[in-house]
Each structure stands twice: as structure tokens, then as C-alpha cells.
């Protein structure tokens, strides 16, 4: 059974190639374009790796909160933390 992979980015056009990659190397990718159905995935599918846009939505915070409420959840699952923003000093806490 191949690892599961949930990408969340507010890009669809980011989120569909990262995914198509993925899925050429054996994955099984998910793809969430907001926190709602970042949290509907994760919950449902139990993803083996979540891959994370870090600065999307209204408040360019949602990331940070997908994050939190994540690893209230599970602690365990393995998460890479991506923006495409370049921000100098790029302040998470």
C-alpha cells in the first residue's frame, strides 16, 4: 500500500504538480485547498506525511493554524512546512 501524502496550498496550480510528482514515485496524494478540507482529510485518511503551506488564506495564518490543531491531534505524523512567500526573517512564533 503506498504512503499517503496530503498537500495543503491555496495554489491549485502548485498543489496539482507537486501532486503529479508525487504520484509518479508510487504516492497516493491528497489535496486540500483550505483548512476545512485540510481537517476533513487528515481525519478521514490518516495521512502518512502532510506537506503544508505555511502562509495562505484570509489572515496568511492558516497554515500556522492547520499546524496547531494537527499536533493537538497526533504528534507523531511527519510535517514539511512550505511558503512560497520570501520573507526575511520569517517569524513562526
Known amino acids: 500500500m503506498p504512503a499517503k501524502i496530503l498537500i495543503v496550498d491555496d495554489e491549485p496550480e502548485q498543489i496539482s504538480a507537486f501532486a ?5 514515485e508510487g ?3 491528497l489535496l486540500a485547498k ?5 481537517w476533513y482529510l487528515f481525519d478521514n485518511f490518516q495521512p502518512d506525511l502532510l506537506v ?5 488564506g484570509y489572515n ?3 497554515g500556522l493554524d ?4 494537527i499536533r ?15 520573507d526575511e526573517g520569517l517569524d513562526l512564533l
Not at 503529479?20 to 509518479?24: D, N
Not at 483550505?34 to 485540510?38: C, F, M, N, V, Y
Not at 503544508?52 to 495562505?56: E, K, P, Q, T
Not at 491531534?73 to 512560497?84: E, F, W, Y
Open 52 to 56: 503544508l503551506d505555511i502562509r495562505f
Open 60 to 62: 496568511q495564518r492558516m
Open 72 to 86: 493537538a491531534k497526533d504528534n507523531a505524523v511527519p510535517i514539511i512546512m512550505l511558503t512560497g512567500l520570501s
Open 27 to 29: 504516492y497516493e496524494t
Open 20 to 24: 503529479r510528482s508525487l504520484k509518479q
Open 34 to 38: 483550505d483548512d476545512l478540507e485540510a
Open 66 to 69: 492547520i499546524l496547531k490543531k
